[in-house]
């Protein structure tokens, strides 16, 4: 990665291998993560943000950070200067990134490190920023307690996201009682022990997806009876089938 930026906006282009991981660092500058092909998960201390090629993650400055993929993907990153991020996010947030913001960012791909400021490019890239800036947020955050009992039955859910075990089952294991523990979910992350539950789902079905897993085998592996089952569930939070959803 860069020491220092060349331009108040530059681009990153490189591909990623399947399983490839990018260590925690951070950055004096913002940065627009996007994957236009492939499921990224960029994960930091405040959770887990997950983008297929319809999303980015933006992260502004001085986040640490550090970047995961399940399967292939083409890495495709903005970083913003201090002096550019008027209208930006002040936190770590998933963007939805629309098919015109997704053309500027693969034309901007192409630009050679030092592009015309006055020129074209210039004019492109001022027209990519605006469109960041006005992006929808998207809700495939999963944020992470600080809590240790209640990392008990996160760290589970995370590596298991088949797990059905009910906050009565886990509150045994956990040393908290069931109601202690619902509590904690709302005032630590914002969601109930279900609507985490469900948040660790999807994130999970956009990794196995973007991986090629088939429809069936995500369904089957994150413990739906029946892919309809998953489907269905999956269209009530995207509007879209997950075949329709990923596709580029």
Do not use: C
């Not at 050679?112 to 469109?131: A, F, I, T």
């Not at 955050?141 to 009910?166: E, I």
């Not at 985490?196 to 739906?224: C, F, H, I, K, N």
């Amino acid at each position: 990665m860069p020491a220092t930026l060349s331009r108040h906006v530059e681009m990153r282009a490189f591909d990623m291998r399947m399983g490839e991981l990018v260590e925690p660092h951070y950055h004096d500058w913002g940065q627009f993560t996007y994957s236009a092909e492939g499921v990224m998960t960029v994960l930091t201390e405040d959770g887990r943000f997950t983008a297929p090629p319809a999303m980015a993650v933006w992260l502004p400055p001085g986040v640490v950070h550090h970047i995961r993929t399940i399967g292939p993907a083409k890495f495709r990153s903005l970083y913003v200067s201090s002096g550019n991020l008027d209208g930006m996010p002040d936190r770590t947030t998933v963007l939805s990134v629309d098919p015109l913001l997704r053309q500027l960012i693969l034309a901007a791909a192409d630009f050679p490190r030092d592009w015309d400021e006055d020129g074209p490019e210039g004019r492109l890239m001022s027209v990519l920023m605006d469109r960041i800036r006005v992006a929808p947020t998207a809700k495939l955050h999963l944020p992470l307690p600080a809590d240790a009992r209640l990392r008990g039955v996160t760290d589970a859910l995370l590596a298991d996201p088949s797990d059905r075990r009910t906050l009565d089952e886990f509150a045994k294991t956990t040393g908290a009682a069931a109601r202690t523990l619902a509590r904690l979910f709302v005032a630590e992350t914002g969601m109930s022990f279900g609507e985490w539950r469900r948040q660790r789902v999807l994130l999970a079905a956009l990794e196995r997806l973007g991986d090629g897993m088939p429809v069936t085998s995500v369904a089957l592996d994150l413990g739906y009876d029946s892919p309809s089952a998953f489907i269905a569930m999956f269209r009530r939070h995207f509007g879209e089938t997950p075949t329709r959803y990923m596709q580029v």
